[in-house]
């Protein structure tokens, strides 16, 4: 956990820098699927408000549940193929905004022993809310360097 006040810092700075990158990007590529079947710009933008609401959710249930058992977030198969796409962008990147602040603060008030604090997860062999929070951190980077790539790669493989 030597890496926490990084994690956390990179967590707090990430709604500020997805907005400035979205307030770059032309609105008429928003929703073009530069890649058919895949996720455009717009719905990556989007799913950081749904994942940080379930996130949330999830860091107050590790602080008061025994025996917490998660259960996964699949976009497209445990929520309507179409939800993303027809989310309204501003809204959920105020939301995303809001919701991480949030969380950071919930993280503030943890003690040393709630970091460690286990849980069931069926896609992993541990899960405690550092791994969670570290998930969190490199989920805004992997999503931030798709819309990115949607963004600024002049041809993409189309399948």
Not at 17 to 43: N, Y
Not at 65 to 92: F, H, Q
Not at 121 to 137: D, G
């Amino acid at each position: 956990m030597k890496e926490l006040k990084k994690i956390i810092a990179g967590l707090e700075q990430s709604p500020g820098l997805l907005k400035e990158m979205l307030s770059e990007i032309p609105p008429a590529l928003m929703k073009e699927r530069r890649i058919p079947g895949k996720w455009c710009i717009h719905e990556h933008a989007v799913h950081f408000a749904k994942v940080q609401k379930m996130i949330n959710e999830r860091l107050k249930r590790f602080m008061t549940e025994e025996n917490l058992e998660i259960v996964p977030y699949l976009p497209g198969t445990s929520t309507p193929v179409d939800e993303l796409i027809n989310a309204n962008l501003k809204t959920a990147l105020k939301e995303f905004s809001q919701d991480r602040k949030t969380f950071v603060k919930m993280l503030a008030r943890l003690k040393p022993k709630d970091w460690r604090k286990q849980a069931r997860h069926p896609q992993f062999t541990r899960y405690t809310p550092y791994i969670m929070a570290r998930h969190l951190f490199l989920h805004d980077n992997t999503h931030m360097y798709r819309i990115e790539e949607l963004w600024l790669t002049r041809e993409l493989k189309r399948k």
